[in-house]
């Protein structure tokens, strides 16, 4: 009997310290800047050179906890009070968003993109995935509002991660928002965290998952599980654009879906025939670009 209990203890104790190996492996992998984010490969396109040419201004702001974090501003060429906002994914950052700049400037917009915490010019050494850049969305949101006054008027568009944290921004009402974009958004880190793991290493979402959270908590100060666009869309009364591809193996597509009947507000789907995660544009790119356009055309005033 005591052997039995010490073999039954030797492996819990093995399944505990494993659990916990495990997810400081994945958190770090996930979440630490010099983690999976600086293995994405990204090259400047002819846009992102583009946009890179531009006389363009770096906006900042300071976090409580006194990071830095930084902002591209690009004015339209004609005067315009109507600013997008346009918010990269994980492993990007702001200088690799010129094709979805340059859509918005084309338009007569101006645009600024940020970039999100421990990404690009921003400080910070974990991830917030959207969550808790929130905060830094609302002043960002602040601070085109003090430059253009009153008749400042804003839309938002993410992609994927980007997406993300453009729906996560949606919980309360935001001055002179008058329509957002979501492109290849998940609906929860959680959730996407357990794909992830499932797709790429073959393991169980559980313990790790639950373990990561903890990490998350105690390293990156958030609890990743509250984390779910089924809480911050349900009160949402801004325009709501969900935009994903129908080969999305990053992000599934299934998450358009769950965004799409979350959101409260007016919305709209378009699920891309043939695109992959963030392929969209490619995809169908004069399509794309009318669509978005035209929808934030819609809701801009004339």
């Known amino acids: 009997m005591k052997k039995f209990t010490k ?5 819990a104790a093995g399944a505990v310290i494993s659990d916990v190996i495990i997810s400081d492996l994945l958190f770090n992998y996930a979440f630490n800047r010099n983690g999976f984010s600086i293995r994405v490969k990204n090259t400047l396109s002819p846009n992102s050179r583009w946009f890179m040419d531009q006389k363009q201004t770096i906006w900042e702001q300071t976090l409580p906890n006194g990071l830095k974090i930084r902002a591209r501003f690009l004015p339209a060429d004609d005067k315009s009070f109507k600013t997008v906002i346009v918010v990269h994914g994980f492993g990007s950052s702001s200088k690799y968003m010129g094709s979805y700049v340059r859509m918005f400037h084309d338009a007569g917009y101006n645009v600024l993109t940020p970039d999100l915490r421990s990404f690009g010019l921003s400080q910070g050494q974990y991830s917030g995935y ?15 509002n003090q430059k253009f006054g009153n008749k400042s008027e804003i839309g938002l568009y993410g992609i994927s991660m980007g997406a993300s944290t453009v729906m996560y921004a949606l919980e ?81 597509t299934k998450n358009a879906y769950q965004n799409f009947n979350y959101n409260k507000g007016p919305k709209k789907l378009w699920i891309v025939k043939h695109a992959g995660h963030a392929g969209s544009l490619t995809q169908s790119r004069q399509t ?7 929808f934030a055309k819609k809701y801009f005033s004339n």
Request: proline share 7%.
């Open 130 to 144: 959207g969550f808790q850049d929130r905060p830094d969305m609302v002043n960002w949101i602040k601070l085109i």
């Open 172 to 252: 309360k009402p935001l001055p002179n928002v008058k329509f957002a974009i979501a492109d290849c958004g998940y609906s929860s880190i959680s959730g996407e965290l357990s794909y992830q793991l499932k797709d790429m290493f073959h393991l169980p979402s559980f313990p790790i998952i639950p373990t990561t959270s903890l990490l998350s908590k105690l390293l990156a100060d958030y609890n990743f599980y509250q984390a779910d666009t089924k809480k911050f869309l349900k009160n949402n009364l801004v325009p709501l654009y969900i935009i994903h591809g129908a080969e999305d193996k990053f992000v599934p």
């Open 288 to 294: 794309y670009i009318d669509n978005v356009t035209a």
């Open 7 to 11: 073999i039954t203890l030797s492996i």
